[in-house]
């Protein structure tokens, strides 16, 4: 009994693999069989889709990375700002005097009085005079030497919105553009040499 089942399934599954392997060749045969102008607008389509994507070049994972790249541009944006408002505050401009600015006419002024008594006083202001100026001096150096352009920062999202357009087109993901990229070029092929194929196709039915 249980070799009976055994059998059974055996050729059911023989069954439904040699069925779907005839459905199969008859999609593919009756896309041959189109017409030949319609062959030729789905020629076009695919050479063009196959180019596009080619062009491309696709790798799957670049779009999250360059996702997670346009957001240190963004902090990055934002940091830069808060810096240079820093200096702002610390060095002021031709209008206004800054924190290093303004210690510094505190010292002098101190140092005119000239109070015995405040010696002391006098010396802490010329210690935090000391440390704003090396306050500035690092952040601008952080500044000078920070890894960042603008032109960058373009190219980034260029290609982030460039990738985004082409996987909208074709699949929603890199996985499934470069699946269907791998689909097109088989059924480009399949037309093109339709002919030697259509005869092959239908030999594997008799």
Request: proline share 0%; with cysteine.
């Amino acid at each position: 009994y249980l070799d009976l089942i055994a059998d059974n399934e055996k050729q059911r599954n023989e069954y439904t693999s040699a069925f779907k392997k005839f459905t199969d060749i008859r999609k593919q045969i009756k896309l041959l069989e189109t017409d030949e102008d319609e062959k030729a607008i789905r020629t076009d389509l695919l050479k063009f889709q196959i180019g596009e994507i080619e062009n491309a070049d696709i790798k799957v994972g670049e779009i999250e990375e360059l996702k997670k790249k346009r957001e240190v541009f963004q902090n990055a944006e934002s940091v830069i700002k808060r810096l240079n408002e820093c200096i702002y505050t610390l060095n002021g401009d031709v209008d206004s005097d800054g924190a290093v600015g303004l210690t510094r006419s505190a010292v002098n002024y101190l140092e005119k009085a000239n109070i015995e008594a405040l010696g002391e006083t006098s010396n802490c202001l010329n210690n935090a005079l000391a440390s704003l100026d090396n306050a500035l001096d690092q952040i601008r150096k952080y500044i000078a030497d920070f890894n960042y352009s603008k032109e960058e920062v373009e190219k980034t999202n260029d290609r982030l919105d460039m990738l985004h357009s082409i996987v909208i087109k074709y699949g929603g993901s890199e996985e499934k553009t470069l699946e269907y990229f791998e689909k097109a070029k088989a059924e480009l092929e399949l037309i093109e040499f339709s002919d030697e194929k259509l005869e092959m196709l239908e030999n594997e039915l008799i």
